[in-house]
């Protein structure tokens, strides 16, 4: 997965499944807290859409209601926000395989 590449970004929930749709990534990343539709509601959509789409969030909490959140909606995973430079790869990488 080392050769991955950013195939597009979204300013925001909306932007973030459409342009998945269009796109077809192997993993999406979200932020928990994107304008206009969150990355939670955003998950559900993406799953809807493509039961095999493989999810990321990202999120400032490690609350136990976020994260369960977060894996209801169909996110295979999350990091910390704090920890992303250091988790982030390996996150996308586990997701993909």
Known sequence: ????????????????????KQVRPDVV?????????????????????????????????DSDQVIREALDAGARGFVLKSDAARDLISAVEGAAA
């Open 29 to 61: 990343i979200l932020d928990v807290g994107m304008p206009n539709l969150n990355g939670l509601a955003a998950t559900r959509q993406l799953i809807q859409q493509n039961p095999q789409q493989k999810v990321i969030v990202l999120t400032i909490t």
């Open 1 to 20: 997965m080392r050769d991955g590449e950013v195939c597009g970004e979204a300013k925001d929930g909306r932007e973030a499944v459409e342009k998945a």
